[in-house]
């Protein structure tokens, strides 16, 4: 068992994390969207519902290398429609996200994964949680900030997935465990991050095993993990 007790989600994702609701747009795209991006757009909103309806093997990959402006556009047109498809405007959240993380756009990102997770909350979604939960930290890693709040994130995320070995659960595991290292529990991170690995070595799955080592070895504590 590698959640502590004491890190286990008892508030809403938004109430714990502190964080209040801000506007995600704020009239970035202006004006009428050009016909491609408004075609990119439908495409988008389309693998988003595919991975909604079918899991997350359908349709992930595209909105990964998705445009941040593509996925804001597709979410709009989500939101729009009633009843509004939560799943899909669920992946599309996560989507974006990462999207921002990679412009450096950083409290837009931590926003929209905010929102993701409480979404995969509310509908019951192990998998999109653990996304949605894995965007937070990374997005929160790169500039330095503090890890308390992905532990939190991810600590709820393993919760729901259980105890079964599977990729996803390892990808967790190695987020959780650079969470904590930043959050100052280098002792419970060189711990998780020892499962982590251990987990990706019972499973033979070298891709998990890559995951597992790149998320901390380049920690200040990330030698120790060898051993």
Do not use: Y
């Not at 999109?128 to 890693?141: I, K, N, P, S, V």
């Amino acid at each position: 068992q590698c959640v502590d007790a004491d890190a286990r989600p008892t508030q809403p994702v938004g109430e714990s994390l502190g964080e209040r609701h801000h506007p995600r747009l704020g009239g970035r795209v202006g004006g009428p969207a050009p016909r491609k991006q408004a075609g990119d757009a439908g495409h988008i909103e389309h693998c988003a519902r595919a991975g909604g309806q079918h899991g997350w093997q359908r349709g992930v990959g595209e909105l990964h290398n998705a445009g941040e402006v593509g996925v804001e556009m597709a979410l709009q047109l989500v939101e729009r429609r009633e009843p509004v498809d939560r799943a899909c405007r669920c992946q599309l959240l996560i989507a974006l996200g990462e999207a921002q993380t990679k412009a450096g756009e950083v409290s837009q990102a931590i926003e929209s994964l905010r929102q993701a997770a409480e979404s995969a909350r509310q509908l019951g979604s192990p998998e999109a949680l653990a996304h949605a939960a894995m965007g937070f930290e990374e997005a929160t890693w790169r500039p330095g900030l503090p890890g308390g709040a992905a532990v939190h994130l991810l600590a709820m995320a393993l919760e729901a997935l259980g105890e079964q070995d599977s990729v996803v659960r390892v990808r967790v595991l190695s987020s959780l465990a650079r969470a904590l290292i930043f959050a100052g529990r280098e002792e419970r991170g060189i711990v998780v991050g020892r499962a982590a690995i251990a987990m990706a070595r019972r499973m033979g799955d070298t891709a998990a095993l890559l995951v597992a080592l790149k998320a901390v070895l380049h920690t200040a504590v990330g030698p120790a993990l060898l051993h």
